[in-house]
């Protein structure tokens, strides 16, 4: 099946550090990756649409510039969050899906748990 | 109203019996129907996608889907133990669209 990569699966740094978070699809070509945030016994929630070779699309109240989207190939899509504070502290997870078969469902990568001290 | 509903929960089933998880969703136009397990702490994975009207079974688990109704559901039968987790509905209406996620369903088998 559909395989996501998500890397890395934990990161614990001080505030103020900007963190990349990739996320490769594995067997597929995938032109829109999203990423969601999840807070503990809470719901998923969709940061962002990634779409490959153009801007990303926010969710409303996502801040653009903290959190950095690029999308530069067609397997490959990367969430910088900029200047990490403890409010960012979450379990970031990426999705993605076949576009070139019908009615493929999302995969998920394992998530990426952050902390920030 | 939220686009995909499901009751938070949680439920509680004993070892063994079925367990029922139902969704219901407000846009018509869906064609794709999805069922997700989540375990505590770690992200979803695919358990069943469905398409057209009726029942699609794979193992223990069986989707139902109603369209007429815009209701989706998940049987799981024999329920075990290991089959505790949030079960996530996400509904979707084109190919092209992403997946609208329900808040989840908490399913606690007991022993």
């Known amino acids: 099946g559909a395989v996501v990569s998500q890397h890395p699966s934990w990161v614990i740094c001080k505030s103020g550090t900007s963190v990349k978070i990739e996320c490769r699809s594995l067997?597929?070509?995938?032109?829109?990756m999203f990423w969601y945030r999840q807070f503990p016994k809470q719901s998923l929630m969709l940061m962002a649409t990634s779409n490959e070779g153009s801007k990303a699309t926010y969710e409303q109240g996502v801040e653009k510039d903290k959190f950095l989207i690029n999308h530069a190939s067609l397997t490959l899509s990367t969430l910088t969050v900029t200047s990490a504070h403890p409010e960012d502290s979450s379990f970031y997870i990426c999705?993605?899906?076949?576009?070139?078969?019908?009615?493929?469902?999302?995969?998920f990568g394992d998530g990426t748990r952050l902390s920030i001290l | 109203q939220k686009e995909v509903e499901q009751n938070s929960g949680p439920l509680s089933v004993p070892e063994g019996a079925i367990a029922s998880l139902n969704c219901t969703y407000s846009?018509?136009?869906?064609?794709?129907f999805f069922w997700y397990r989540q375990y505590s702490g770690k992200s979803p994975e695919l358990i069943m996608s469905i398409y057209s009207n009726g029942d699609k079974e794979d193992g223990r688990f069986t989707a139902q889907l109603n369209k007429a109704s815009q209701y989706v559901s998940l049987l799981i039968r024999d329920s075990q133990p290991s089959d505790s987790a949030t079960y996530l509905c996400a509904v979707r209406k084109t190919n092209a669209g992403k997946s609208t996620f329900g808040d989840g369903t908490t399913l606690t088998v007991k022993p």
């Open positions: 067997d597929f070509q995938a032109t829109t």
């Open positions: 846009d018509r136009g869906s064609q794709s």
């Open positions: 999705s993605a899906r076949d576009n070139g078969r019908v009615g493929q469902p999302q995969h």
